[in-house]
């Protein structure tokens, strides 16, 4: 399985309403002030993937991506509210909505999204654990335990936990550096539904000539993985920027395993 960095920035397609396509450029540095986004090249340090950070395009086919995704919305749906549920079951049997090719209901009022995270984090969102008993309960022919198994195989231990997020069509996390004493030394993520670009920001390693921070942006593909491992969780912020307006979007899902925390004494 092929292991390369991509790093995309969003190109508009003018003749086509809606619509932007990803267009693969070499690893550049950005700054961003309120007004403009400043692309460097001769006159700020040479970027380099941050070390620690992997991403694998096209880790999973169509097939795992819609399992996966089938699994991952129904616990959510298990374990949210009974309203929620019922309003869902009411919109589809009178036809008002089906479950599109991805395996979402496509309107963000189908579900019941959360509006902000308690620590501010993430918003328009739904989130929860996942056990291994339940992601079992959940597969009918035994191929998602096959999938998580393989995806469990990209981290150095199978002592693991997991949790799955969902982001609404306008929904974003902020910039943030994960509590590290409520996981291990690393962190995977598995992408599914609509691309978002991820953000890397320098926390006061790297720099401009203006002294702002450098960041690094990659388009999460539907199907692909992303690995942080030490030092990365330290030394850069990472985000899911919020989708311009203008520009077609759809939800995201997510599913987080990260290593367990060794105790101390």
């Known amino acids: 399985m092929p292991i390369a960095p991509i790093v995309t920035r969003l190109i508009p397609v003018t003749r086509l309403s809606r619509c932007y396509l990803p267009s693969i450029v070499p690893i550049r540095a950005f700054h961003t002030n309120n007004t403009h986004?400043?692309?460097?090249h001769h006159h700020s340090p040479v970027p380099v993937v941050p070390t620690g950070f992997t991403y694998i395009p096209g880790f999973l086919?169509?097939?795992?991506?819609?399992s996966l995704t089938r699994a991952a919305l129904a616990h959510l749906d298990n374990v949210g509210p009974t309203a929620a549920r019922r309003k869902q079951k009411r919109l589809i049997a009178d036809g008002s909505v089906s479950i599109d090719e991805h395996g979402f209901l496509p309107e963000d009022s189908c579900y019941e999204f959360e509006q902000g995270?308690?620590?501010?984090?993430i918003r328009h969102y739904r989130e929860a654990r996942i056990t291994d008993p339940q992601w079992a309960s959940l597969d009918s022919d035994g191929e998602l335990i096959t999938i998580l198994q393989r995806i469990k195989s990209l981290l150095p231990s199978v002592d693991t936990q997991c949790h799955v997020l969902h982001l609404s069509s306008r929904g974003e996390i902020l910039p943030h550096i994960d509590n590290v004493d409520a996981s291990g030394s690393i962190i995977l993520?598995?992408?599914?539904?609509?691309?978002?670009?991820l953000r890397?920001?320098?926390v006061g390693h790297q720099t401009t000539e203006?002294?702002?921070?450098?960041?690094?942006e990659l388009l999460l593909e539907p199907g692909s993985c992303y690995?942080?491992?030490d030092p990365v969780r330290y030394t850069h912020k990472h985000s899911i920027p919020k989708v311009p307006g203008t520009i077609h979007r759809g939800q995201r899902l997510s599913i987080?395993?990260?290593?367990?925390?060794?105790?101390t004494s």
């Open 227 to 229: 690995i942080q491992r």
């Open 61 to 66: 086919s169509q097939k795992e991506q819609l």
């Open 256 to 263: 987080m395993m990260r290593d367990m925390p060794t105790p």
């Open 210 to 216: 203006d002294g702002l921070p450098l960041y690094y």
């Open 200 to 202: 890397l920001e320098s």
């Open 189 to 197: 993520g598995v992408s599914l539904g609509s691309a978002r670009v």
């Open 117 to 121: 995270h308690f620590d501010g984090v």
């Open 37 to 40: 986004t400043t692309v460097h």
